[in-house]
């Protein structure tokens, strides 16, 4: 779930957008390790509750902040 709320917040989709982006791109199963003969990929509810709970945590705050450059 964490590498598809990734995914959620590197393309910036709609809510609903990555369970169909995931059915569609072999690429972003892949990343999010989704094997669509033995997983099923997350729907847009569950992906909504995940998200809200992961930007309650304190390990999403250092995720979010930018990073200073070298």
């Known amino acids: ?3 598809v709320c990734f ?3 590197w393309y910036a989709p709609a809510d609903d957008a990555p369970e169909d982006a995931l059915y569609d791109s072999q690429a972003l199963r892949d990343f999010a ?3 669509l003969g033995a997983d ?3 729907d ?3 992906l909504v509750k995940f998200t809200a709970c992961w930007n309650r945590t304190t390990c999403a705050k250092a995720f979010s902040r ?3 450059p070298i």
């Open 1 to 3: 779930m964490l590498r």
């Open 7 to 9: 995914l959620q917040q």
């Open 33 to 35: 390790r989704i094997d």
């Open 40 to 42: 099923a990929v997350p």
């Open 44 to 46: 847009a509810t569950t």
């Open 66 to 68: 930018p990073s200073t």
